[in-house]
């Protein structure tokens, strides 16, 4: 023990002979830090000493270290009582209280070198009688990938901080970790010997005084020991990064264009049942039944399930649900302020927007054209996918909230300038309802139909009767549909042809496999370029097509060919897409981000649906309803608009974050279809849903916490416990190991840094 | 006079059967056992004996044998393990552990030197060699004795003030092979001599560790507590020959045994049969006149410092003789008692019988000339005794 | 494979105190004490009395007088576990207490230095439930190769890898026909827990072997413990097995000889870098391994899974 009270440094130059003492936590190279000053001193020619206080630490664990600088030789052994400089490894072990042995014996002036994440304006007051110096080198440590996740090796990059706050040039450094082979950590070093901030203490301040050693206290005998002592280290002060439960994003809920908080209503299907499923979903879909039958199910496209054992059927639970729930639900109470709405079209994004602002409790007056509510999904799809009184029962759901809704008013421009007038707000959801035409010679031949105006007339009842080769041009669920509605009305042989491959067909997959199951032939890569016949069209000409350059889409631009052939076919049906009313939005008005503006001036008059966004199913134009009836009563109440983004890439659960062992190899159920050859001569329904609600337990439930235990199960220290309707993790105990949430099977847990401490 | 012709191995195996038996109304008795020449007709003997409730585990080396005891003890049975030599090298590490977790097993030891190169005879060498492992030591000099220190051994190592292992040590072939009368008491008066081991600190179904880490601080409290414990032994051992008198109606022999040393101008200090092998040259050296005097070491840990100083109080001429050698330093009886004797008296170490040599009184008497002989002592002295 | 949800854990309702303690001295993520927890939760309400010889789970007991197993416990010598069991036990018959002995020992006081008193225990068929966690080194020293340690792992005496291959331990215990010999998974905890009830339950030698990753000397993260053991079952590398009265071998988790998954346990680890040992490399000798465990296990040798 040095005698010679050296502490009132003034610079960081330093004193001989110097004592240093290092603290740290097993793992974090307290020792080897002590080893690396000692290896600086030595380059400059002094005489060194260090050494380690050894014993059975582990990972964690508070240990010290020891080094001793002099111009003459060394020769005590002891440890260091009265450091003139103290390296703290991590902040988190000084004390709270007195009493500590961290700071015992430094003296005023003294160098206190911290680990901080916290910089040194949180030490200002508290340790004024040192020089403090502080860097976090636990964060650079970790930029340079020293150690792991949990145990970050910060021993380097310290001592790298330390060569700074006591003047030593940077080749020292170097030179030093060069003798000890640490060379790869000098980035870590130097960036640190860069970042490190010290101030001067304050003069006339006092240190601490050194601890008086306690009298030791009895020990009890071995022979006499007979009691039950739990060890209870404070093992949670060891820790560097915490676990947490946090819900993240499943693909499939991201994927959803409604909106649907698919994971937790297919899991509250399997812990709460129907109703508790349906809670959910109608809070952002009204229409159920029919999505769970004519929803191309993205949700189950983005599944991680998919490439496990196939993806959950979400669409099936989801018909499930609705086909459960009560025919008509209550009628919803007004707000104390209720707005009034005028909603234009019965679509599902007019429904969709019509029931989010009646179950708001405003007023809405929901307008139709037709002679029914549902749109396209009245018109155009056949009723063997969507029969009509399943589409009736969602409808009567919307409507039973209060929604005053009148068929066969058609509103053209003026009639929305009128509706403006009258209403807090208007919105625009009517719909694609004009065909695309097709720009080729003999296109108004007789025979070659609308493939939409076909459906529709079918849908009402018509059976208008085919014969012979009906040739469908499209690739969409429209030209599927009709295509197998063609069969049903009595074609002998059905073609579709489209221009681009099978794999980039817009219909739902499932339903081209079950066309084709039906006998309908499939033509890719073609496109009519002529029809020919004598009144009737008898033949059509087909080019064939090939990709071309990628288009904003990133789909590759279909190329016609100079190659053609002809198709003999007895009629033509047309499903190439749609386009709007141009005559709905008031004449001078613009259209700018779904707002109708009257000039510069934004009006309370909104686009939904498919004339708002294009994008063609009923769960896109569900989802732009919700939404855009939002923004439109936040506008109204001069609210901010509420956003609604998606979630960050890194909050997704993604195949990566799943833990496929956990689960059982289980393979979807199937749904119960009518065999090909019964069903495609009627207009039954193909598809009869699932047998049961099984399928909801294949639910990997990512990103949501199912209460599995596997965290309390897995937990190495056992600190993992049943709380509430969740768990706690005993911070007084847990290490931070992240076992629980590596083992989690579905990443409702993370690892958070836990710097707060330092 | 009554008694069976048997050898000091068998009175060990005997006593230590008596023992084990005595203990049936407790945890019983449990002994882990490896032969080596020449402790082996003892283990032998041993694996014969019927217990009611007691086990003998023939294990694959002394140093299980010594784990044996130490779980067993540590379960709270009376335990018994005998070895010789090599034996007790390799048992070493467990010898140790059995102390420092303070637990009263009782070891018979056969002594005999190490190897190789191989040696079968008496030699001290392989016992002192543990020395220092926290066990009481005692040297017995005839099988009687041998017989009766292994029941006192249990009695002293059981007594909650002390709670240490015993290790009694008589020397191969000398005493282990040579047979003479010895009286061996029934089990009734051995259950009226030993009660029932309890053992304070036995492992029951409290969460405890036995032999967790010892910090330094702890470390050098426990050593403490220890060495208390050994300071404590003659003293209880002092009662146990009463207790031993009472029950079996002889004494045990104390702890140092003068023989005709109060007037004696000279003393030979000595361990073991060579104690005994004395005492007829100091016979027979009174008959020549001269005033010769033995002293007989039993009692090697804890040392009987006090004991010895009180009988070197006045004597100038001392010999210690060891059958056993420091290799660089000289015996080790003598390194540890020249301290003892009074300022300015020779105490000459001699080094005698060392690897089975046959040590006669002549050499004793010889012994005493040269220290006769002597004005100050000079380094040991090595006799050979010749083949 | 694994559902662990299915698993009763009785850790607070059913046990006064857990075998192992929060607040023990063991690395986080050490694969000694997942291994603990899972043993834990099969001891249930059984009389325990554990034997520990020098290993980090010495260490993991505590300085004196504190412990941080939840059951008596005798720290013994490095070698001599099972001999200090073998008291423990005999001492325990002659009482008709019903404790069971669980010797609890790392590979350096298996493999090595405790094989002479393992295999004399096991020869002896003492009523001992050996239980080695492996975690292939030496990790209380520091990190030294034993001979569990695999061919090509690096330790601090082997720094360019081990160039041996590990000792099968399990075949050794077999041979002796001990009543019960089985390796469990610390990712496999439903078969983990029913192998240390049948054993804890069994009467005579019984052997249990657990992997149990070390972060601290494969150089790993932490979190990937139990993830490691999965790897190590899937690969084949760690056969997950039992063998009753050492004749009738049954494989308890079959695994899919994943080179990925080879792969991944490898490139997880950082001591199989500097050797640079490949799945490629380790490939034949899980093969020749698995004919072996077939042959054992009396079923017609499947063919090659993977090309």
Redesign the interface.
Same mark, same amino acid.
């Given at each position: 023990m040095s005698e010679r009270p050296h502490w009132n440094v003034p610079t960081g130059a330093s004193p001989l002979p110097l004592e240093i003492r290092v603290h740290g936590r097993?793992?974090q190279g307290g020792v080897t830090c002590a080893k690396l000053l000692a290896a600086m001193f030595a380059e400059q020619g002094r005489h060194v000493q260090t050494f380690g206080d050894y014993?059975?630490?582990?990972?964690?664990?508070p240990v010290r270290a020891f080094t001793r600088v002099d111009l003459a030789p060394i020769t005590n052994r002891n440890k260091v009582y009265r450091p003139h400089h103290l390296l703290v490894l991590d902040a988190a072990l000084l004390p709270s209280g007195s009493g500590d042995d961290v700071l015992d014996g430094a003296g005023p002036g003294a160098l206190l070198l911290l680990n901080t994440a916290r910089g040194l304006a949180a030490f200002t007051s508290s340790h004024d009688a040192f020089r403090v110096a502080a860097v976090d080198a636990t964060a650079i440590a970790r930029r340079h990938g020293i150690g792991?996740?949990?145990?970050v090796i910060v021993n380097t990059t310290v001592a790298g901080a330390y060569a700074r706050a006591v003047d030593l040039p940077w080749a020292v450094v170097e030179r030093a970790f060069r003798s000890l082979g640490m060379d790869g950590d000098l980035g870590a070093a130097r960036e640190a010997y860069a970042a490190v901030a010290v101030r001067p203490p304050r003069p006339g301040a006092i240190a601490p005084a050194p601890r008086v050693p306690a009298p030791?206290r %009895?020990?009890?005998?071995?022979? =006499?020991?007979?009691? &039950?002592? %739990?060890?209870?280290? %404070?093992?949670g002060t060891?820790?560097t990064q915490r676990p947490r439960y946090r819900s993240h994003v499943a693909p499939c809920s991201a994927a959803c264009p409604a909106g649907n908080d698919v994971v937790g209503f297919v899991q509250a299907l399997r812990t709460g049942g129907v109703e508790a499923a349906a809670r959910l979903l109608l809070a952002t879909q009204p229409l159920p039944s029919v999505c769970g039958r004519v929803c191309p199910a993205p949700c189950a496209a983005a599944c991680n399930r998919a490439a496990y054992d196939g993806a959950v059927n979400v669409r099936a639970l989801e018909r499930w649900i609705g086909d459960r729930l009560a025919d008509a639900g209550a009628r919803a109470p007004l707000a104390a302020r209720p707005r009034r709405f005028a909603v234009v079209g019965g679509g599902p994004a007019g429904l969709s927007a019509a029931f989010a602002l009646r179950s708001a409790g405003h007023e809405v007056l929901l307008l139709e054209a037709g002679t029914g509510l549902g749109g396209v999904l009245r018109t155009g799809i056949p009723a063997y996918r969507l029969p009509l009184d399943v589409l009736d029962r969602d409808v009567a759901r919307v409507l039973a909230t209060g929604v005053d809704a009148r068929c066969g008013v058609a509103i053209d421009g003026p009639g929305v300038r009128a509706l403006a007038a009258d209403h807090d707000a208007v919105i625009l959801a009517a719909g694609l309802p004009r065909p695309a035409r097709l720009d080729a010679p003999g296109a108004s031949l007789g025979g070659v139909r609308d493939g939409l105006g076909f459906l529709d007339a079918v849908r009402r009842g018509e059976r208008p009767t085919l014969r012979g080769h009906v040739v469908v041009v499209g690739g969409g669920n429209t030209a599927v549909d009709c295509a197998r509605t063609a069969l049903r009305c009595g074609a002998a042989r059905v073609t579709i042809a489209y221009r681009r491959g099978r794999e980039e067909m817009p219909a739902i997959p499932t339903e081209v496999e079950e066309a084709l199951a039906e006998g309908v032939a499939l033509l890719t890569h073609r496109q009519p370029v002529g029809f020919a016949g004598g009144g009737a069209v008898a033949r059509v000409t087909l080019a064939e097509v090939e990709p071309g350059a990628p288009d904003a889409s990133g789909r590759r631009r279909p190329v016609v060919t100079g190659r053609a052939s002809d198709l003999a076919c007895d009629a033509v049906l047309l499903a190439l897409g749609q386009g709007p009313d141009p005559a709905l939005v008031p004449a001078g008005w613009s259209v700018r981000g779904g707002r109708c503006m009257d000039g510069e001036r934004p009006t309370d008059v909104w686009l939904a649906g498919d004339l708002a966004t294009g994008d063609g199913t009923v769960a896109h134009a569900i989802g732009s309803g919700r939404r855009v009836a939002a923004r439109a009563l936040a506008a109204v109440e001069g609210a901010p608009v509420p956003a609604e983004r998606a979630a960050p890439a890194e909050d997704r659960v993604t195949p990566a974050h799943v833990?496929f062992?956990? @689960?059982?190899v289980r393979r979807p159920r199937p749904e119960r279809h009518a065999a090909a050859a019964d069903r495609a001569r009627c207009f039954a329904e193909v598809n009869g849903g699932l047998e049961d609600a099984s399928e909801a337990e294949r639910c990997f439930s990512c990103g949501r916490c199912?209460?599995? &235990?596997?965290c309390?199960?897995?937990? %190495? =220290?056992?600190?993992v416990?049943r709380s509430g309707d969740g768990y706690a993790v005993?911070e007084? @105990?847990c290490?931070?190991?992240?076992?629980c949430?590596?083992?989690c099977p579905r990443r409702a847990m993370e690892?958070t840094l836990d710097a707060e401490a330092r | 006079m009554a008694g069976r012709l048997i050898s000091a191995n068998h009175a060990a195996a005997l006593a230590a059967t008596l023992a084990g038996r005595a203990n049936r109304t407790a945890r019983g008795f449990c002994s882990g056992v490896y032969p080596i020449t020449p402790s082996t007709e003892c283990m032998e003997l041993l694996c014969n004996q019927e217990f009611e409730k007691g086990e003998v585990v023939r294990v694959e080396s002394e140093h299980s044998a010594m784990a044996v005891c130490i779980g067993a003890a540590a379960s709270g049975a009376r335990t018994f393990t005998t070895s010789s030599s090599n034996g007790l090298a390799l048992m070493a590490e467990n010898v140790v552990s059995a102390a420092l977790l303070r637990l009263p097993v009782v070891m018979v030891a056969a002594n005999r030197a190490l190897g190789p190169p191989w040696n079968l005879w008496a030699d001290h060498g392989d016992t002192l060699l543990l020395r220092d492992s926290g066990w009481v030591q005692f040297y017995c000099a005839d099988n009687q004795e041998v017989l009766d220190t292994v029941l006192c051994a249990y009695r002293l190592a059981e007594d909650h003030r002390v709670l240490l292992p015993v290790l009694v040590c008589q020397e191969g072939f000398v005493l282990s092979h040579t047979t003479t009368r010895t009286e061996v008491p029934s089990q009734e008066e051995v259950d009226r001599f030993l009660p029932p081991l309890e053992l304070p600190a036995r492992l029951r179904d409290t969460p405890r560790a036995l032999g967790g880490v010892d910090v330094p601080g702890v470390a050098e409290a426990h050593r403490a507590q220890h060495h208390e414990a050994m300071a404590r032994v003659f003293e209880v051992y002092r009662e146990v020959q009463d207790a031993f008198e009472r029950e079996l109606g002889r004494r045990p022999a104390d702890p140092v045994v003068p023989y005709r040393a109060e007037d004696a101008d000279l003393l030979v200090v000595s361990m073991g049969t060579i104690a005994v092998t004395a005492q007829r040259a100091v016979d027979e050296a009174r008959a020549r006149g001269e005033r010769l005097g033995a002293v007989r070491v039993r009692t090697f840990r804890p040392s009987p410092a006090e004991q010895l100083a009180a009988i070197f109080r006045g004597k100038r001429r001392i010999a210690v003789i060891d059958r056993d050698l420091s290799l660089g330093f000289g015996g080790v009886l003598w390194g540890e008692v020249r301290g003892l004797a009074e300022p300015g008296a020779v105490v000459q170490g001699y080094v005698i019988g060392v690897g089975g040599g046959d040590v006669r009184p002549e050499h004793v008497a010889a012994v005493a000339a040269d220290l006769a002989a002597r004005t100050a002592a000079g380094r040991p002295v090595l006799m050979e005794t010749g083949a | 494979m694994s559902e662990p949800s299915t698993v009763a854990g009785p850790s607070a309702e059913t046990r006064p105190t857990p075998l192992l303690r929060p607040g023990n001295s063991n690395c986080g993520g050490c694969g000694m004490s997942s291994a603990l927890q899972l043993f834990g939760r099969a001891v249930e309400h059984r009389r325990l009395q554990l034997v520990v010889p020098a290993s980090c789970a010495a260490v993991t007991a505590g300085p004196f007088p504190t412990t941080s197993f939840g059951v008596p416990t005798v720290l013994t010598t490095f070698g001599a576990a099972a001999a200090v069991a073998t008291g423990l036990s005999r001492v325990a018959r002659l009482n008709g207490d019903g404790t069971r002995v669980v010797c609890w020992a790392g590979d350096g006081g298996t493999y090595d230095i405790g094989m002479a008193s393992l295999s004399a225990a096991a020869e002896r068929d003492e009523d001992v439930l050996y239980v080695c966690y492996d975690n292939e080194i030496y990790g209380n020293t520091g990190g030294q190769r034993s001979s569990a340690t695999p061919a090509g792992a690096s330790t601090t005496n082997t720094p360019a890898g081990k160039p041996e291959e590990k000792k099968d331990l399990l075949a050794i215990m077999a041979a002796h026909r001990v009543r019960y010999a089985a390796s469990f998974s610390i990712a496999h905890p439903q078969d983990a827990i029913r192998k240390v009830r049948r054993a804890l339950d069994a009467t005579g030698f019984r052997f249990l072997h657990a992997l149990s990753p070390c972060p601290t000397g494969w150089k790993s993260e932490p979190a990937l413990g139990i993830e490691l053991v999965r790897l190590a079952v899937r690969s084949g590398l760690y056969p997950v097995v039992e063998i009753v009265e050492g004749r009738k071998l049954v494989v308890n988790v079959e695994p899919d000889f994943s080179r990925e998954a080879l792969e991944l346990y490898l490139s997880l680890q950082q001591r199989f870098q500097r050797s640079g040992i490949t799945a490629e490399r380790l490939a034949p000798a899980i093969a020749r391994r698995w004919r072996e465990l077939r042959a054992a296990s009396g079923r017609i040798l499947p063919a090659e899974r993977e090309a």
């Amino acid at each position: 023990m040095s005698e010679r009270p050296h502490w009132n440094v003034p610079t960081g130059a330093s004193p001989l002979p110097l004592e240093i003492r290092v603290h740290g936590r097993g793992g974090q190279g307290g020792v080897t830090c002590a080893k690396l000053l000692a290896a600086m001193f030595a380059e400059q020619g002094r005489h060194v000493q260090t050494f380690g206080d050894y014993g059975s630490e582990r990972a964690g664990a508070p240990v010290r270290a020891f080094t001793r600088v002099d111009l003459a030789p060394i020769t005590n052994r002891n440890k260091v009582y009265r450091p003139h400089h103290l390296l703290v490894l991590d902040a988190a072990l000084l004390p709270s209280g007195s009493g500590d042995d961290v700071l015992d014996g430094a003296g005023p002036g003294a160098l206190l070198l911290l680990n901080t994440a916290r910089g040194l304006a949180a030490f200002t007051s508290s340790h004024d009688a040192f020089r403090v110096a502080a860097v976090d080198a636990t964060a650079i440590a970790r930029r340079h990938g020293i150690g792991s996740a949990a145990l970050v090796i910060v021993n380097t990059t310290v001592a790298g901080a330390y060569a700074r706050a006591v003047d030593l040039p940077w080749a020292v450094v170097e030179r030093a970790f060069r003798s000890l082979g640490m060379d790869g950590d000098l980035g870590a070093a130097r960036e640190a010997y860069a970042a490190v901030a010290v101030r001067p203490p304050r003069p006339g301040a006092i240190a601490p005084a050194p601890r008086v050693p306690a009298p030791p206290r %009895p020990v009890l005998g071995l022979a =006499e020991h007979v009691r &039950d002592v %739990p060890t209870a280290l %404070p093992t949670g002060t060891w820790r560097t990064q915490r676990p947490r439960y946090r819900s993240h994003v499943a693909p499939c809920s991201a994927a959803c264009p409604a909106g649907n908080d698919v994971v937790g209503f297919v899991q509250a299907l399997r812990t709460g049942g129907v109703e508790a499923a349906a809670r959910l979903l109608l809070a952002t879909q009204p229409l159920p039944s029919v999505c769970g039958r004519v929803c191309p199910a993205p949700c189950a496209a983005a599944c991680n399930r998919a490439a496990y054992d196939g993806a959950v059927n979400v669409r099936a639970l989801e018909r499930w649900i609705g086909d459960r729930l009560a025919d008509a639900g209550a009628r919803a109470p007004l707000a104390a302020r209720p707005r009034r709405f005028a909603v234009v079209g019965g679509g599902p994004a007019g429904l969709s927007a019509a029931f989010a602002l009646r179950s708001a409790g405003h007023e809405v007056l929901l307008l139709e054209a037709g002679t029914g509510l549902g749109g396209v999904l009245r018109t155009g799809i056949p009723a063997y996918r969507l029969p009509l009184d399943v589409l009736d029962r969602d409808v009567a759901r919307v409507l039973a909230t209060g929604v005053d809704a009148r068929c066969g008013v058609a509103i053209d421009g003026p009639g929305v300038r009128a509706l403006a007038a009258d209403h807090d707000a208007v919105i625009l959801a009517a719909g694609l309802p004009r065909p695309a035409r097709l720009d080729a010679p003999g296109a108004s031949l007789g025979g070659v139909r609308d493939g939409l105006g076909f459906l529709d007339a079918v849908r009402r009842g018509e059976r208008p009767t085919l014969r012979g080769h009906v040739v469908v041009v499209g690739g969409g669920n429209t030209a599927v549909d009709c295509a197998r509605t063609a069969l049903r009305c009595g074609a002998a042989r059905v073609t579709i042809a489209y221009r681009r491959g099978r794999e980039e067909m817009p219909a739902i997959p499932t339903e081209v496999e079950e066309a084709l199951a039906e006998g309908v032939a499939l033509l890719t890569h073609r496109q009519p370029v002529g029809f020919a016949g004598g009144g009737a069209v008898a033949r059509v000409t087909l080019a064939e097509v090939e990709p071309g350059a990628p288009d904003a889409s990133g789909r590759r631009r279909p190329v016609v060919t100079g190659r053609a052939s002809d198709l003999a076919c007895d009629a033509v049906l047309l499903a190439l897409g749609q386009g709007p009313d141009p005559a709905l939005v008031p004449a001078g008005w613009s259209v700018r981000g779904g707002r109708c503006m009257d000039g510069e001036r934004p009006t309370d008059v909104w686009l939904a649906g498919d004339l708002a966004t294009g994008d063609g199913t009923v769960a896109h134009a569900i989802g732009s309803g919700r939404r855009v009836a939002a923004r439109a009563l936040a506008a109204v109440e001069g609210a901010p608009v509420p956003a609604e983004r998606a979630a960050p890439a890194e909050d997704r659960v993604t195949p990566a974050h799943v833990r496929f062992s956990h @689960f059982e190899v289980r393979r979807p159920r199937p749904e119960r279809h009518a065999a090909a050859a019964d069903r495609a001569r009627c207009f039954a329904e193909v598809n009869g849903g699932l047998e049961d609600a099984s399928e909801a337990e294949r639910c990997f439930s990512c990103g949501r916490c199912t209460r599995c &235990d596997t965290c309390l199960l897995s937990c %190495p =220290e056992g600190v993992v416990s049943r709380s509430g309707d969740g768990y706690a993790v005993d911070e007084a @105990f847990c290490k931070g190991c992240g076992v629980c949430v590596a083992e989690c099977p579905r990443r409702a847990m993370e690892m958070t840094l836990d710097a707060e401490a330092r | 006079m009554a008694g069976r012709l048997i050898s000091a191995n068998h009175a060990a195996a005997l006593a230590a059967t008596l023992a084990g038996r005595a203990n049936r109304t407790a945890r019983g008795f449990c002994s882990g056992v490896y032969p080596i020449t020449p402790s082996t007709e003892c283990m032998e003997l041993l694996c014969n004996q019927e217990f009611e409730k007691g086990e003998v585990v023939r294990v694959e080396s002394e140093h299980s044998a010594m784990a044996v005891c130490i779980g067993a003890a540590a379960s709270g049975a009376r335990t018994f393990t005998t070895s010789s030599s090599n034996g007790l090298a390799l048992m070493a590490e467990n010898v140790v552990s059995a102390a420092l977790l303070r637990l009263p097993v009782v070891m018979v030891a056969a002594n005999r030197a190490l190897g190789p190169p191989w040696n079968l005879w008496a030699d001290h060498g392989d016992t002192l060699l543990l020395r220092d492992s926290g066990w009481v030591q005692f040297y017995c000099a005839d099988n009687q004795e041998v017989l009766d220190t292994v029941l006192c051994a249990y009695r002293l190592a059981e007594d909650h003030r002390v709670l240490l292992p015993v290790l009694v040590c008589q020397e191969g072939f000398v005493l282990s092979h040579t047979t003479t009368r010895t009286e061996v008491p029934s089990q009734e008066e051995v259950d009226r001599f030993l009660p029932p081991l309890e053992l304070p600190a036995r492992l029951r179904d409290t969460p405890r560790a036995l032999g967790g880490v010892d910090v330094p601080g702890v470390a050098e409290a426990h050593r403490a507590q220890h060495h208390e414990a050994m300071a404590r032994v003659f003293e209880v051992y002092r009662e146990v020959q009463d207790a031993f008198e009472r029950e079996l109606g002889r004494r045990p022999a104390d702890p140092v045994v003068p023989y005709r040393a109060e007037d004696a101008d000279l003393l030979v200090v000595s361990m073991g049969t060579i104690a005994v092998t004395a005492q007829r040259a100091v016979d027979e050296a009174r008959a020549r006149g001269e005033r010769l005097g033995a002293v007989r070491v039993r009692t090697f840990r804890p040392s009987p410092a006090e004991q010895l100083a009180a009988i070197f109080r006045g004597k100038r001429r001392i010999a210690v003789i060891d059958r056993d050698l420091s290799l660089g330093f000289g015996g080790v009886l003598w390194g540890e008692v020249r301290g003892l004797a009074e300022p300015g008296a020779v105490v000459q170490g001699y080094v005698i019988g060392v690897g089975g040599g046959d040590v006669r009184p002549e050499h004793v008497a010889a012994v005493a000339a040269d220290l006769a002989a002597r004005t100050a002592a000079g380094r040991p002295v090595l006799m050979e005794t010749g083949a | 494979m694994s559902e662990p949800s299915t698993v009763a854990g009785p850790s607070a309702e059913t046990r006064p105190t857990p075998l192992l303690r929060p607040g023990n001295s063991n690395c986080g993520g050490c694969g000694m004490s997942s291994a603990l927890q899972l043993f834990g939760r099969a001891v249930e309400h059984r009389r325990l009395q554990l034997v520990v010889p020098a290993s980090c789970a010495a260490v993991t007991a505590g300085p004196f007088p504190t412990t941080s197993f939840g059951v008596p416990t005798v720290l013994t010598t490095f070698g001599a576990a099972a001999a200090v069991a073998t008291g423990l036990s005999r001492v325990a018959r002659l009482n008709g207490d019903g404790t069971r002995v669980v010797c609890w020992a790392g590979d350096g006081g298996t493999y090595d230095i405790g094989m002479a008193s393992l295999s004399a225990a096991a020869e002896r068929d003492e009523d001992v439930l050996y239980v080695c966690y492996d975690n292939e080194i030496y990790g209380n020293t520091g990190g030294q190769r034993s001979s569990a340690t695999p061919a090509g792992a690096s330790t601090t005496n082997t720094p360019a890898g081990k160039p041996e291959e590990k000792k099968d331990l399990l075949a050794i215990m077999a041979a002796h026909r001990v009543r019960y010999a089985a390796s469990f998974s610390i990712a496999h905890p439903q078969d983990a827990i029913r192998k240390v009830r049948r054993a804890l339950d069994a009467t005579g030698f019984r052997f249990l072997h657990a992997l149990s990753p070390c972060p601290t000397g494969w150089k790993s993260e932490p979190a990937l413990g139990i993830e490691l053991v999965r790897l190590a079952v899937r690969s084949g590398l760690y056969p997950v097995v039992e063998i009753v009265e050492g004749r009738k071998l049954v494989v308890n988790v079959e695994p899919d000889f994943s080179r990925e998954a080879l792969e991944l346990y490898l490139s997880l680890q950082q001591r199989f870098q500097r050797s640079g040992i490949t799945a490629e490399r380790l490939a034949p000798a899980i093969a020749r391994r698995w004919r072996e465990l077939r042959a054992a296990s009396g079923r017609i040798l499947p063919a090659e899974r993977e090309a």
